[in-house]
């Protein structure tokens, strides 16, 4: 079993920073991808943004240039840093662990909420 717990969520306004955080524990894995996800009211969830354990990366199009995703293995810890934040990503943010590296996310963490004021 693999526990994630999120953090760093708030409100900010528009045009401001918040840094998420995804503390992972239990089991290890060697090939994997970490995700962020989020979903707003109404809408489906999108993956926002992953990184693969060799350290590859991937954004939706509406974040690049804005948010970065980065891990700190020595705190099992990974991050998504998110500036010149919109209203449009208000949403609640969770981390989800894919541990097989392509086979879908099984591990879910509760999520945070962004709430992003114009």
């Known amino acids: 079993q693999v526990q994630l717990v999120e953090s760093g969520g708030g409100l900010v306004q528009a045009g401001g920073s918040l840094r998420l955080s995804c503390a992972a524990s239990?089991?290890?894995?060697?090939?994997?991808?970490m995700g962020w996800f989020r979903q707003a009211p109404g809408k489906e969830r999108e993956l926002v943004a992953s990184?693969?354990?060799?350290?590859?990366?991937h954004y939706a199009d509406s974040v690049k240039g804005r948010f970065a995703i980065s891990r700190d293995n020595a705190k099992n810890t990974v991050y998504l840093q998110m500036n010149s934040l919109k209203p449009e990503d208000t949403a609640v943010y969770y981390c989800?662990?894919?541990?097989?590296?392509?086979?879908?996310?099984?591990?879910w963490g509760q999520g945070t909420q962004v709430t992003v004021s114009s």
């Open positions: 989800a662990v894919d541990p097989l590296g392509g086979t879908g996310y099984d591990y």
């Open positions: 239990g089991r290890t894995f060697s090939k994997y991808i």
């Open positions: 990184m693969w354990n060799d350290g590859i990366t």
